[in-house]
């Protein structure tokens, strides 16, 4: 049974048939924690004040594509049109921006609100609306969410999404610094503006 009203946010399929569809194509590891993303998502708008609907659906559905393989990301990419510079990236990147679009042809979401939460939850954005920014940030507390600097990520959650913002993206940085890994340009445009504005 469904514990929410996702009704008022257009899709083909209802709640439980969405949970089947995620249940069905990803592991039990990703599928529980897009479950409980979707709470914290869910926790964090009302706490804000926000759309709870929304930022609970955007949440649940942020990792629907995770688990695809690269070609399929690749065909996308390709038979849509996207931009061609996305096919120097991976996963990490096509998840979010391309995975938006496998939503749309799977599950009939056209809600941009929503969608652009998804494609947005990987790299941030400068201008991010509250649901972009409680899945950003959901994504990184959920209760699962184990290692150095979750209980400061926490205490920044409940003290303003926006700080909870810069925080993640400033992690995010050290965390690719440190394990000598590429990061993605749009992800600096990120932190740079995330991170002038003060909140940390
Ligand atoms: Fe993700
Ligand atoms: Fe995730």
């Known amino acids: 049974m469904t514990d929410f009203n ?28 897009c479950l409980r993303v979707e709470k914290v998502c869910r926790g ?19 990792d629907y594509a995770k688990e695809r393989s690269d070609q399929e990301f690749i065909d996308v990419i390709k038979n849509k049109n996207l931009d061609p510079e996305l096919l120097k990236y991976n996963n990490a990147i096509w998840h979010g921006i391309v995975g938006a679009e496998i939503i749309k042809d799977e599950l009939g979401i056209y809600d941009e609100d929503v969608l652009n939460a998804v494609r ?59 394990k000598n890994r590429a990061i993605y340009p749009a992800t600096f445009v990120s932190y740079n503006y995330w991170i002038k504005k003060g909140e940390l």
């Open 6 to 33: 996702y009704d008022r946010i257009k899709s083909d399929l209802n709640r439980d048939e969405i949970l089947n569809r995620m249940h069905d194509t990803l592991s039990d590891f990703r599928y529980t924690h």
């Open 120 to 178: 947005r939850h990987t790299v941030g954005a400068t201008k991010m609306t509250q649901v972009d920014k409680c899945v950003f940030v959901g994504d990184f507390i959920e209760p699962q969410r184990d290692f150095p600097g979750i209980k400061e990520a926490r205490k920044y959650a409940e003290k303003s999404l926006d700080a909870a913002v810069a925080f993640e993206l400033k992690h995010s940085v050290q965390h690719l610094v440190t």
């Open 44 to 62: 964090l708008a009302a706490e804000y004040d926000g759309d709870v609907e929304r930022a609970g659906l955007a949440g649940l559905l942020h």
